[in-house]
T-cell receptor, first 110, second 114 residues
Framework: GESVGLHLPTLSVQEGDNSIINCAYS??????FIWYKQESGKGPQFIID?????DKRQGQRVTVLLNKTVKHLSLQIAATQPGDSAVYFC?????????FGPGTRLSVLP | DTEVTQTPKHLVMGMTNKKSLKCEQH?????MYWYKQKAKKPPELMFV???????INESVPSRFSPECPNSSLLNLHLHALQPEDSALYLC?????????????FGPGTRLTVT
C-alpha cells in the first residue's frame, strides 16, 4: 500500500508483483519527462523518458504513461525485485526549467 | 564511459572556510549542472552551464560560485557557508542543455557546514 505523511511517500509491494508509482507534474507546457531511481548514497539514475507527443513508452520491465489532460505521469515496474527498492523521482522540463517531483520510496517486501 | 565523477565524496567545513567541489565527465557532453539535495527532498537546480557559459543561475546566494574551466570540468567554489547549506551536492551532465536529453548524475558530495 501507499502512505503519505510527513515523510517521503512510501509504496510497499511484494517481490514479484507489479509496482505503479504516480506523479503529478506542475506545468502544462512541459514537453519532456524523465523517471529517475535514487538509491541510498548515490546520485539519481535514469530509468526511462517520454516526450509530450507520446502517451506511453516501454523499456525493459518498465513502462511510463503520460496523461497530459490531467498532468499525470506514472511508472510501472513489472515483476518488482529487491534491487528495485529505492526512491523514484519524476522530473519535467519546460523551457529552461528542469524540476523534480517530491519522490516516492519503493519498498519491496520478501 | 558514461560516468560523472565528483570529489570529494564527503566534506566538512566551517563557516569561515573556503572550499571547492569538483565534477568531471568525459562523455563529450556540452551541458553541466549543479543541484542541491536536502535529506528526503528532490534535487533542486542551482546552476546550468551550456558550452562552458553559465546559462542559468536559479537565484543561488553568492556564497556559491560556479566555474567551468573546460567542457569536461565543473567546479563549485564555497565561501562563508551557513549550516543550512549542509546537503548533498550533485553534478550532472547532458548532451545538450534541455530539450529531451538525459542527464547523467554523479554520486554527489555530502557537505556538512559546522
Amino acid at each position: 500500500g501507499e502512505s503519505v505523511g510527513l515523510h517521503l511517500p512510501t509504496l510497499s509491494v511484494q517481490e514479484g508483483d507489479n509496482s505503479i508509482i504516480n506523479c503529478a507534474y506542475s506545468n502544462s507546457a512541459s514537453d519532456y519527462f524523465i523517471w529517475y531511481k535514487q538509491e541510498s548514497g548515490k546520485g539519481p539514475q535514469f530509468i526511462i523518458d517520454i516526450r509530450s507527443n507520446m502517451d506511453k513508452r516501454q523499456g525493459q520491465r518498465v513502462t511510463v504513461l503520460l496523461n497530459k489532460t490531467v498532468k499525470h505521469l506514472s511508472l510501472q515496474i513489472a515483476a518488482t525485485q529487491p534491487g528495485d527498492s529505492a526512491v523514484y523521482f519524476c522530473a519535467e522540463n519546460y523551457g529552461q526549467n528542469f524540476v523534480f517531483g517530491p519522490g516516492t520510496r519503493l519498498s519491496v517486501l520478501p | 564511459d558514461t560516468e560523472v565523477t565528483q570529489t570529494p565524496k564527503h566534506l566538512v567545513m566551517g563557516m569561515t572556510n573556503k572550499k571547492s567541489l569538483k565534477c568531471e565527465q568525459h562523455m563529450g557532453h556540452r551541458a553541466m549542472y549543479w543541484y542541491k539535495q536536502k535529506a528526503k527532498k528532490p534535487p533542486e537546480l542551482m546552476f546550468v552551464y551550456s558550452y562552458e557559459k553559465l546559462s542559468i543561475n536559479e537565484s543561488v546566494p553568492s556564497r556559491f560560485s560556479p566555474e567551468c574551466p573546460n567542457s569536461s570540468l565543473l567546479n563549485l567554489h564555497l565561501h562563508a557557508l551557513q549550516p543550512e547549506d549542509s546537503a548533498l551536492y550533485l553534478c550532472a551532465s547532458s548532451q545538450e542543455r534541455w530539450g529531451s536529453y538525459e542527464q547523467y548524475f554523479g554520486p554527489g558530495t555530502r557537505l556538512t557546514v559546522t
